[in-house]
């Protein structure tokens, strides 16, 4: 052999010609919504610190939620794992304990 090819070497994650373009125009529609979301960010960020909150406050508040989250979680396991020691359904105890539904 003279270290050509014999047929063309085709892409397995490209279909064909069009299959590109609809990737680009997907990363292209994915691009223009997070620079949109972006904007929005920044807007919102914007009037907060109009109001006289910091972004340092922010933050604060946001490592406050995630803690607040994460405690949560945490007792939504144990309320499960208790529920399922007693065989009950977790909306039992949730009336036992004067928890709110809506939470």
Do not use: W
Request: proline share 1%.
């Amino acid at each position: 052999m003279d270290g050509k090819l014999i047929k063309k070497f085709k892409s397995p994650l490209i279909k064909n010609a069009g299959s590109e373009e609809v990737l680009n125009d997907g990363l292209c529609q994915r691009l223009q919504n997070m620079e949109s979301e972006l904007s929005d960010t920044n807007q919102k960020i914007a009037e907060l610190e109009s109001m006289g909150i910091s972004k340092e406050e922010l933050q604060v508040y946001i490592e406050k939620l995630h803690m607040y989250n994460e405690v949560k979680d945490l007792a939504q396991t144990l309320l499960g794992k208790l529920a399922l020691m007693e065989n009950l359904c977790t909306k039992d105890l949730y009336g036992r304990y004067q928890l709110n539904l809506e939470d």
